[in-house]
Structure formats: C-alpha cells, structure tokens
C-alpha cells in the first residue's frame, strides 16, 4: 500500500497505523448527532438538489454529514448511489478517521479546511473506489456544524467538485447567518413591540402615504380603536386626527407635546399628543411617529414634580388644651367625611397644618394636596390658575389647579380674595364635578374636595359680597382652630417642641428657663404658633447661650406690652412705629438678611416688606445679624 504525500494525508495515515486499524475493516455506523440539524437539513437538501440538477457532470452524489462524520443523508445520480450501498456507504455510516481512515470528511472537519481524496488516498478499501471532495459548514459563531461532500467514482471524479462544494458551504454559511440575523431582527422586533405595549405612552407609526404601519395595544384604550383593524389602513380612514396633528403629519414636521382633541368612538377625548417625523440616513422620509399620553397620567407627572403631597398628619399637631382637642374633633371627623371643609382662626393659628392633617387622615390621602393662595394671585389671572387654559392650534393647554387636584383635596386659602364670577364658576364645579378651563366649552370631570380658608365670610355673605350658596357648600365641616392666647399650656408644649426642633436644626442643645417660658406663657401672642414660632428661632440665631432667659426674649415680649404682631393678610398689623421696625429688624436678622425669608416669617410679602423698609429707612445692611 503506497502512502500520500500531500502532509494532511499522509498524517492522517500515521494516525491510523499508530491506532492499529485495520485497512480491510467494513463500514461502522456511527452516532448520529442532528443538534442544530432538524430546521437546517431541509435547507440543506434543497441546495444540494438545486447543486446537483445545476451541475453539467451530474455523475456524483451529495453527502451531508454531522460534526462528527456521521453521514445523515446523500442524494444524486442513483448509480453512484447503487454502488455506493453495495460498499455499505449510506445513512448512519462514520467517516470519523477512527472508523473509516483518511477520507476527505473527517480531514475538512479535522482541519476545518475543504479537502479532496480519492483512490489510495483513503486508508480502508472500502472507500478506495471513490473520490470524495469535502468541505466545513461552519455556523455564523464559527462553530463547526458538519460537512458537505461530493462523491464519485475514484476514476470519474467530477473536475469541479472541490470548488462546487466549497461554493455551496460558503453560500450555505451565509445563508445561516442571513437567517441569524433576520431572526435577531425579529427578536429585537418583537421584544421592541413588547416594550412599546407595556408603556403607558400610546404610539402610532404612521407611514409616508399617511398609512398606519404600528400601533401599540395602549393606543385602544386611549383612542377607542381597534388596534389589530387598524393596521395597514389610512389614518383618516380609522379616526379623523386634530388639526395640529393632521398639519404636522402633512408639512412632515416635529410638534412638540401638547394637548389636543380627538373625536373618538365614545366622544371628545383630551390627550397630550407629539409628532416626530422619521428619515433615513440619505433623508428620505420613512413616517412619522405619534405620540399619546392620557391627560391623567401627565397629571400624576406634574403632581409628582410640583411636590403636592400633604407632609403633616394630626400626630404633628402639638396641643392639649380643651380648645384644641375640641379643633381636634372637629378636625377627625371633618377628614372622615366627604364634603367641603372650612377652616377657621385668626392668621398664624396653623390652618395648612390642620388642612394637610386633615388630608393624610381621608380616603383621599395617596391624592395630591395642591395649596393655592387667592390673595397672592392677582385676579385677573386667578381664573387660569384655578380653572386652566384650553388650548389652541397656536398655543397648548394647561391644567388648571382643580385639574391637577383630581382625586386629592385643593386647598384654597384666603377664598374671599374671589371675584363673585369666579365664586359662581367655583361653585359650578363643586356642583357639577366638572370643570370648563378658560377660553374653552369642554367639560373635563374633577374628583376634588375642597378645604378652604377666609377672612369674614359670615359678614361678606350678609353683604352680598360673597355667595351664599358657595358658602353652604364650603362650610360642610366647620373647623375652629383656637388662637395661641386661649390655649394656656399649649404655649409652654409648643415652645419646648420648637426647641427641640431647633436644636436639631442648628446643631446644638438650647433650652428655655422657667422665668422665660412664664413670659411665654403670658404673652397674649397676637401673631399666634406663627409668631412664637419667628420668636425662638430668632433668639436661637442670635444667642449661642444654650439657656435661654427672659433677658433674651424681644423686649415686647418681656416687658408684655407691645407684642410683635405676625399676620398672614397683605399687610402688618396696626401697632405702634417702634414696635413694627423692630419686628422687621428681628425677623430680617433672623432670617440672615434675605428679604424672601424674612417676608415669610413676618407672614407679608416681599413687595409690603419693601414698602415698609423705606418708611422705617431700613437697609439691607441693617438686617445683617
């Protein structure tokens, strides 16, 4: 037997020899492994007959085999395939080395390089009356799959037959990886579809001839329509779209969000809406991509982002004067119920405090609490603020207060600062349990309860300055909160609370002598918990002493007689000259000579506080602790 000399054979025949096996042996039949074969042999097999039926010498047989040489199917000239049997070459037969000897399959697999034998290149007899030409069928990883081969008879082999095979596993490779790739595609298509559904932003894709080529499941439930009908047909056709949305797909221009109006199945239907117009990377235009929000959900988003929620519960309301348990009854059974509340007591009592209290103790309480002072508004703009804007082709809409109260409580400070419409509008909408926004006719459903505050109502009411109806509605629950002066030791609770609290706030442990909670204690406090409250922490700023005595209090409080008055209306109290520039002094140094701060403590605003530093001839400078 004479031994090849091409290196790959003739190492192929040393391995064999050192093994022991035996030239003459018969075919075996191996282990078939078809993973990764079951999709691809159909595949595989209508190459091979499309290679075979193409092929100008079509005297060989196609053979496929595993990645361990194990033949798992053959088609081709019947002849080949006859004769071939008769050496026992068919299904489930092993080219592996170890079995079969040097043959091109096991050394394409073995080399992962195509390969040709024929004649005495093979090691066992059996195979010695054939020609094989072989090649690897890698997948797209690079992972060996198997081989293709071409076999004929040893003196007839086909003279393209390696550069046929080698052809047909490249194009069968690619075509795995075409296939790989269109089914990632797919996955990434159908988890990007997913994701669209699972969003609460609706979204339609909306192709260049104004068809419907996506649409996310959350767009039936915003618009009422029929996702899966919908597809493929005109836009118009499904749902007539706004006028901005219709300009925007037309112009193929970018609207940004904004409240429109869709004429929907089941009627008028607000929704934040965007256009965005889709090109490809030589700007040809591919869609345009709208975007749907429920006007819902945008007000959760604003009620998140402006912070309306109710930080105080009754647990933070320090009191245990008979006054101010009965306030607490009041109070308990006012959030048990459903209607309107109105808050009651002179400026600096802690009506918000009560209000938000109140909240926390309702079903409403995972609602937004949305506080609104009438009186800082001015009132031509009060209207927008509390009943919003509609919107227009031009201009977007804006919610209003009562909007963004939906499912929650507004909370309406100082209501006799209303105009009478505006009294009849509000009413309209505690009535209805709608709201029509300013400029518009749409009626838009708000759950809200409303607790408020005022000035005189009773007396406003007898004057005709102020409904009478809207009162009734208002004064549902009546809540009296007792001024400081009537609550006896709940002035020494409050003080020692505060303390406590500023000492955490500044860092260090401050208390108040007994001499000096006495004053405290008999201090009428016209300003009321506001007042004591601008009180200690101004004393705590300008003492380091860690007890505090009576010489440390303002001298109004010590000598009881010019108290420092705190009021939430526009303006200061009336008191003497002396005992005002002193107030505003004492507040600006405690509040390190920001004018915002100390306008705040003084319960004025910013412009008053102005008005009153020129007539007292206080400067900035003067403020500076």
């Not at 767009?219 to 006028?243: D, K, W």
Request: aromatic share 6%; proline share 5%; charged share 20%.
């Amino acid at each position: 037997m004479a031994t090849p000399s091409i290196p790959p054979i003739q190492r192929s025949w040393a391995r064999c020899q050192a093994r022991g096996l035996d030239p003459t042996c018969a075919p075996q039949t191996g282990m078939i492994n078809l993973s990764g074969w079951s999709h691809l042999q159909a595949l595989v097999r209508s190459s091979i007959e499309d290679l075979y039926q193409l092929s100008d010498h079509p005297g060989f047989v196609v053979v496929i085999c595993d990645d361990q040489g194990t033949i798992i199917d053959m088609a081709g000239d019947s002849a080949i395939m006859a004769q071939a049997q008769q050496y026992g070459i068919g299904y489930g037969i092993t080219l592996a080395e170890e079995y079969a000897g040097t043959n091109a399959v096991d050394l394409a697999l073995r080399e992962a390089l195509p390969c040709q034998t024929a004649g005495d290149d093979h090691y066992c007899q059996w195979l010695q009356s054939f020609a094989l030409a072989a090649a690897p069928i890698f997948s797209p990883d690079g992972r060996a799959l198997g081989a293709l081969a071409i076999l004929s008879l040893a003196e007839e082999r086909h003279p393209y037959a390696l550069g046929m095979v080698i052809a047909a596993a490249q194009a069968f490779h690619s075509q795995l990886r075409a296939e790989r790739l269109l089914n990632e595609a797919n996955d990434q298509l159908t988890e990007l579809y997913a994701t669209l559904d699972t969003i609460n932003e609706g979204l339609i894709f909306v192709g260049p001839n104004g068809e419907i080529r996506r649409l996310s499941r959350r767009v039936a439930s915003i618009l009422g329509i029929n996702v899966r009908s919908a597809a493929g047909r005109p836009l118009t056709s499904v749902i007539s779209p706004p006028p901005a949305i219709a300009a925007a797909l037309q112009q193929l221009s970018t609207l940004e969000e904004q409240e429109v109006i869709w004429q929907t199945p089941t009627g008028a239907q607000a929704v934040i809406c965007g256009v965005r117009p889709v090109w490809d990377r030589s700007r040809r235009y591919l869609g345009s991509v709208i975007t749907l929000r429920p006007t819902e959900s945008v007000r959760q988003l604003v009620q998140q982002v402006v912070g309306a929620r109710a930080a105080f519960t009754f647990r933070d309301i320090v009191g245990q004067s008979e006054s101010m348990r009965q306030a607490m009854r009041q109070a308990r059974l006012a959030a048990a119920g459903r209607g309107a509340i109105l808050l009651r007591g002179e400026a600096g009592v802690g009506k918000e405090i009560f209000a938000q209290a109140i909240h926390n103790a309702s079903s409403r309480a995972g609602g937004p609490f949305i506080r609104v002072s009438c009186a800082a508004i001015p009132r031509q703009l009060i209207d927008s603020e509390l009943f919003g804007v509609e919107g227009t082709d031009r201009q977007p809409g804006r919610p209003g207060k009562l909007e963004l109260a939906h499912g929650g409580v507004l909370y309406l400070e100082a209501i006799d600062a209303l105009s009478f419409d505006q009294q009849t509008s509000l009413l309209r909408v505690i009535e209805m349990g709608r709201v029509i926004r300013t400029g518009g006719a749409r009626p838009i459903p708000v759950d809200v309860r409303v607790i408020t505050t005022g000035h005189g109502l009773e007396q406003l009411v007898e004057e005709g300055r102020f409904r009478a109806d809207l009162y009734a509605r208002l004064s549902a629950f009546v809540v009296d909160i007792p001024p400081l002066r009537q609550r006896g030791d709940d002035i020494i609770l409050l003080a020692n609370h505060m303390i406590r609290r500023l000492s955490e706030q500044f860092g260090r442990q401050v208390a108040l002598d007994p001499d000096a909670l006495a004053a405290l204690r008999t201090y009428p406090w016209p300003g009321n918990v506001r007042e004591l409250e601008v009180v200690l922490e101004q004393m705590v700023q300008t003492n380091a002493k860690s007890v505090l005595t009576v010489s440390d209090l303002p001298p109004a409080i010590a000598r009881h007689t010019t108290p420092l008055l705190i009021s939430d209306s526009p303006r200061l109290a009336e008191t003497q000259e002396l005992s005002e520039r002193d107030a505003i002094l004492r507040a600006g140094r405690a509040a390190g000579g920001r004018l915002g701060r100390a306008a705040a403590l003084l319960g004025i605003s910013r412009a008053t506080l102005w008005r009153k530093m020129t007539r007292y001839r206080i400067s900035r400078e003067d403020m500076v602790p």
